[in-house]
């Protein structure tokens, strides 16, 4: 299945990427694993940043404080085609970041959390859950208040200002499950502590509002469009017994696993951010023909690149609260339906971000695209998954099983696995033709939306009905390739080895 020309296969799991400049680039892929053409082209192009770095620093030395360089390119089995730069590229580099490589949703990313709720105690109360979930996420039950002073403290210090801005007595709305479920002792189990640090808030003053004023805003708790979602889950098998017990993970349990970002936040920023790099560009430079620029890292443009870890630490920031308080729902509707539970956190990590890391003896900035962390013992060492390495969350396609796998710190992986199985359809591709395929999987899966489809006031808006079935169908299981080969894929090439798979229940889309 991996025919393009410009692949030359290493061995059973990895593929060579020729490009021009002889760049180390990898794609970890099995032979069931599709590549479309498309996204090699993409990579291509995006690969041109080389060329753009040494015309900066040819005309500008003094721009970098160390020999700049891209020194390796890893694409993980999820590699698919975006908007100019792949979902599933991880880069590392030497002396300047990439900040569109990471995408606009800054800290996009997953976070699961277990139940002691066993997945039978479910059958008959679907449609009752469905009513519960849709009340909380689409109909007026977000209940997440906040003042101006808590939200300056999370976009500044993240989950710790936040917990810190907030008395353990103010219990309103989902705060109440923030304390009841122990969220600021599970800081250890979230990447960073879901903590980091910003000298200012760039961009977002109207976001904030006043100090002192409690009010509910629009954004805290959003899912967003696209793959994101929230979903219900069971543990349908454990693949790795020893480590599964010792994450407390159970066969038949309740999961909830919640999958997105900064949104608009995050957009905010990166424009902010963009727009510094445009500026600093050297003027007597042609624009780099692929659109993507680069921001040194030496003491000439320190504003700059103070502005841009300031401006990604306040959109992550607010990422990492936004997966808890959608988990906190989820858990509201559950307990709504089936009464007290607990609600442990497994893990919750970015999938767009870039890391500091040390890789090889070698300081880099490492840029993940789509690609989550897979660090192995070592390098999570002193944490809570010393012993078994990074948990690492990759979900299938609506309707189709995820997995929860342990990291192994592959190197030649640098340290990063997939995010998801990958689209195998452009989303105008899916939704022309497919409609048996969708009806039926609508007929056995369910699926939460704004658009209560139950009611008969709405069946009658066709207009209505119509734009959100082909929204869904856009993220339908046939848009996506097989979880499975993906899989096999990390667990053959030694990124990770799979712990557990989860089968959905019932999905929540924005």
Request: glycine share 10%.
């Amino acid at each position: 299945m991996n025919s393009d020309s410009r692949l030359i296969r290493l061995d059973a799991n990895r593929l060579r990427v020729a490009n021009p400049r002889g760049l180390d680039a990898v794609l970890f892929a099995n032979c069931e694993v599709p590549v479309e053409s498309a996204a090699i082209d993409e990579l291509l192009a995006l690969l041109k940043l080389e060329n753009t770095v040494e015309r900066f620093a040819s005309v500008s030395p003094s721009s970098f404080d160390e020999t700049p360089a891209l020194r390796r390119v890893v694409l993980t089995p999820d590699f698919h085609k975006a908007n100019g730069i792949p979902v599933g590229s991880v880069l590392a580099t030497r002396g300047f970041a990439v900040p569109q490589a990471i995408g606009n949703d800054v800290n996009c990313g997953m976070r699961l959390h277990l139940t002691d709720i066993a997945a039978d105690r479910l059958d008959g109360h679907l449609d009752e859950l469905e009513t519960a979930m849709r009340h909380l996420f689409f109909e007026g039950g977000r209940n997440i208040p906040m003042t101006g002073r808590q939200r300056e403290a999370l976009l500044r210090s993240g989950l710790e200002g936040l917990f810190a801005a907030t008395p353990r007595s103010f219990d309103d709305g989902l705060w109440r499950l923030v304390h009841a479920t122990g969220a600021e002792r599970d800081l250890d189990r979230v990447e960073r502590r879901g903590s980091l640090p910003s000298s200012r808030v760039v961009g977002l003053e109207d976001y904030i509002g006043e100090a002192n004023h409690l009010s509910r805003d629009s954004q805290i708790g959003s899912i967003g469009g696209g793959n994101h979602f929230v979903e219900i889950q069971r543990v349908e098998t454990i693949l790795d017994g020893p480590t599964a017990y010792g994450w407390g993970m159970r066969a038949g349990m309740v999961t909830v696993m919640v999958h997105t970002g900064s949104l608009s936040v995050g957009h905010l920023v990166g424009g902010h951010v963009r727009d510094a790099m445009r500026t600093l560009f050297p003027p007597s430079l042609r624009h780099p023909e692929n659109g993507v620029f680069v921001l040194p890292a030496g003491e000439r443009h320190r504003a700059a690149w103070e502005l841009f870890w300031d401006a990604l630490h306040n959109a992550a920031n607010f990422a990492f609260a936004n997966r808890l308080f959608l988990a906190l729902a989820a858990f509201e509707g559950l307990r709504r339906v089936l009464g007290e539970s607990a609600f442990p956190l497994l893990y919750d990590a970015p999938h767009n971000f870039v890391w500091r890391e040390t890789i090889g003896g070698e300081d880099l900035l490492v840029h993940r695209k789509g690609a989550c962390p897979a660090r192995g013992f070592a390098e999570m060492a002193g944490g809570p998954f010393a012993f078994w390495g990074e948990p690492v969350l990759v979900p299938g396609s609506m309707g189709a099983s995820s997995f929860v796998l342990a990291g192994r710190g592959l190197v030649d992986s640098l340290h990063s696995a997939s995010h998801g199985a990958g689209r195998a359809l452009s989303r105008g591709d899916a939704s022309r033709g497919h409609e048996a395929e969708f009806a039926a999987f609508l007929e056995r899966f369910h699926v939460v939306t704004p658009v209560d489809m139950r009611r008969p006031e709405v069946r009658l808006r066709r207009d209505i009905v119509q734009r959100k079935l082909e929204e869904l169908q856009q993220e339908a299981p046939f848009a996506y390739k097989g979880v499975g080969p993906v899989i096999d894929t990390l667990m053959g090439a030694g990124i990770a080895k799979p712990v557990a798979e989860l089968r959905p229940i019932m999905t929540i889309k924005g």
